[in-house]
């Protein structure tokens, strides 16, 4: 898996196997193009988790050049085939209406979008309260052991909302401290350090939720 930073603080995910590769979002297309030639990948698919500019911006760029499909995340969710490999496409409305995260149960990966960013979630848009609490309630049922790679690097400003909801979570500290020495190893952990370290996974009502993300809104 190679993690891509574009524009200005998103990633996007080409998942690699055997020279074929598919594209998780599809931010900008130059970058993608760059990486594709450089690690001398041949894309299948791109698949894209909502319909934000910052996620589909290259996308019929990318189309257009190498001649390859892309799944808009308003298709039916399911479970697929690709690389060789199984897909399951999970609807997670809440930050937008039509949102989906896919997961990669033999690669213990999830590309939960603008759902679950690491260290956080994303900001209500047009979606509610409730959708955005029972979607990332259905990501924390997921292996512990999944490592989640959602839409941007806000590490740092989600772990300093963190410190400041439970200032004793050493936790917390101690992912800022690793992302001073190695940011990728501090933003892209597994289901288990999230818990530990998102406050959005650690409340339990929708309530809770809900106040806690209108902090955020205005942290
Ligand atoms: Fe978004």
New binding site residues.
């Given amino acids: 898996m190679l993690a891509v930073s574009v524009l200005y603080d998103n990633f996007i995910y080409l998942v690699c196997r055997d020279g074929q590769a598919v594209l998780i979002d599809a931010g900008e297309a130059k970058p993608i193009f760059q990486t594709l030639e450089k690690e001398e990948l041949e894309l299948l698919n791109v698949l894209i988790t909502?319909n934000?500019h910052?996620?589909i911006g290259g996308c019929r760029e990318i189309q257009d050049r190498l001649g390859v499909q892309s799944t808009s995340p308003g298709v039916e969710a399911g479970d697929f085939e690709v690389l060789g490999t199984s897909c399951r496409s999970v609807p997670t409305p809440g930050?937008?209406a039509v949102h989906k995260v896919y997961y990669f149960p033999e690669l213990t990966m999830l590309f939960a979008?603008?759902t679950l960013i690491n260290g956080a979630c994303?900001r209500i848009?047009d979606g509610t309260p409730e959708q955005l609490f029972s979607s990332l309630q259905r990501i924390k049922q997921l292996p512990d052991e999944t490592r989640i790679l959602g839409?941007h690097d806000y590490l740092i400003d989600n772990m300093e909302f963190a410190r400041m909801v439970e200032p004793e979570n050493a936790d917390v500290q101690a992912r800022i401290d690793c992302y001073q020495a190695d940011p990728a190893s501090a933003i892209f952990v597994t289901l288990a350090e999230e818990k530990k370290t998102n406050p959005f996974l650690r409340v339990d009502t929708v309530q809770e939720f809900a106040e806690l993300r209108l902090k955020k809104d205005r942290f």
């Fill in positions: 909502h934000h910052d996620h930050h937008t979008g603008d994303g848009l839409g």
